[in-house]
């Protein structure tokens, strides 16, 4: 990416933000060139570049100025608080999202995948191939069911960073993270429990449940704050909850840190109920503000959290290397890992290790970090600029998800019928719920950018939306 294309980024990610708002005159050429060690020619081409997205308007003799046609979107809308447990469904609204991975000529837009093609991830393609040709064959054999020394040795010491000290006994290396998630759900729940869920909420999770029999129950969820405390409350009192299920940080499809005060009231209320708390941490390494935000784990001090995560979202998904830390339930936990998979692949464990030890995966995440936040106001940026007004937006803090809330007279999933001949497909919102919620709601990818196609893409989607909102 080009300087003046990183400087367009980091002024209209100001501007999505409301640091600059509607009438705002921003800094001059000269300012901005004394600023960021850039030539003012770069800081005009940044300029030029956010008129074209109409974020900026040009006043002569005056200078810039944030366009007042410039429209910030709210925010979307939380959920009506619970009613009752349900059992899952959209199963075939999932299967038909993962199968569309073999269309290769399809265009995905809500996928759930990293940038793997970056220079940062080679010394891990290297790190594999070292690992292929050792004489000593290590790498073919079996490892403990634990997982390798090594990378438990490695994990524990990036735990560091989100507030959580334990040794490397206490995790336990799966098969990704989905692994990790049934293997916590089995170790505390059984056939016809209810788990509590933030809602809308990372579809395999919920999916877990639906195939070992359990109900979810949907605690509404705050686009900026997080899952209901006073929600979950109510509910408890109500329901047998077995167990909470959440990712409380960089949200999957929210995008929101919670914060730490409402982190440690939920912990309390498990504590006071005498339930589970199933953490899903597998994006808190992608938030863009530093140090990165905790973790629940990091405040429990009695074991009943269980924290999972992997390296499918930091690194790639084909490594299929994730763990869990699973508290007091390690001894459940380790029997369950033994029934679904038994021991790991082996070889992605030492490279992956390797690559940790060597300092790596530090460069590597700084990288996508940066290249995420961009991405962020460009995506953003083209949502505000395509699609109808009153579309509501999310804010991540990390990762590399947006979510999107449409007028109610959309249906995403046929929204994604009409774009099948555009080879374009959305991630539509009826699977980040239980029970079928925001069918007027989609999801979208902004890993990897790519605005000779993407911003097309964008734009037939947003006029395919105008049409629908037309013919309602």
Not at 247 to 257: E, M
Not at 288 to 317: E, N
Not at 377 to 402: A, D, K
Request: aromatic share 6%.
């Amino acid at each position: 990416m080009n300087r003046y294309e990183n400087l367009a980024n980091v002024l209209g990610e100001r501007i999505e933000q409301g640091l600059y708002p509607a009438g705002h005159r921003l800094p001059s050429v000269r300012v901005l060139s004394t600023e960021h060690g850039v030539s003012v020619s770069t800081v005009q081409q940044a300029y030029r570049m956010l008129e074209d997205r109409q974020l900026v308007e040009a006043r002569p003799k005056s200078g810039y100025f944030v366009s007042l046609l410039k429209r910030r979107a709210e925010l979307p809308a939380v959920c009506r608080n619970p009613q009752r447990p349900v059992d899952i469904s959209q199963w075939d609204l999932v299967l038909a999202q993962l199968n569309s991975r073999a269309h290769v000529d399809r265009l995905a837009l809500g996928g759930g995948t990293p940038d793997v093609t970056l220079p940062t991830l080679k010394p891990l393609s290297r790190a594999m191939a070292r690992v292929a040709q050792r004489t000593d064959l290590s790498a073919l054999y079996y490892d403990s069911l634990d997982g390798c020394k090594d990378l438990r040795d490695q994990i524990a010491r990036l735990l560091i960073d989100s507030g959580s000290h334990m040794d490397a006994e206490n995790i336990v290396i799966t098969t990704g993270c989905h692994e990790a998630l049934s293997i916590a759900i089995r170790s505390v729940c059984q056939v016809g429990d209810i788990v509590a869920v933030d809602s809308p909420s990372f579809h395999g999770a919920m999916q877990t449940l639906k195939g070992f029999g359990m109900k979810a129950l949907e605690i509404p969820t705050d686009p900026v704050t997080g899952i209901s405390i006073e929600a979950l409350e109510m509910a408890l009192e109500q329901w047998p909850i077995k167990a909470i299920q959440l990712t409380p940080n960089c949200n999957n499809p929210l995008g929101y840190n919670m914060p730490d005060d409402r982190k440690k009231a939920l912990l309390r209320l498990a504590q006071a109920y005498d339930i589970a708390i199933i953490e899903d941490d597998v994006y808190g390494d992608l938030a863009y503000q530093y140090p990165r935000p905790a973790t629940i784990t990091s405040f429990d001090d009695d074991g009943r959290v269980l924290l999972c995560s992997s390296f499918s979202k930091t690194l790639a998904p084909g490594l299929r290397i994730g763990w869990i830390a699973p508290g007091r339930y390690r001894d459940r936990a380790i029997h369950m890992k033994y029934i679904s998979t038994g021991t790991s692949a082996t070889q992605p464990q030492i490279a992956i290790a390797e690559f940790i030890k060597q300092g790596h995966y530090q460069t590597h995440l700084r990288r996508v970090r940066h290249q995420y936040q961009q991405n962020l106001c460009v995506m953003t940026g083209w949502v505000n600029r395509y699609f109808p007004q009153g579309t509501r937006v999310s804010r991540p803090q990390g990762g590399f998800l947006l979510w999107v809330e449409l007028d109610e007279k959309i249906d995403t999933q046929k929204l994604n019928r009409l774009l099948e001949p555009d080879q374009i497909q959305i991630s539509v919102g009826a699977i980040f719920s239980a029970s079928g919620k925001y069918r007027n709601c989609l999801r979208l990818n902004y890993a990897q950018i790519d605005e000779k196609v993407h911003e097309p893409a964008i734009k037939r989607v947003g006029e395919m939306i105008n049409q629908m909102m037309m013919m309602a």
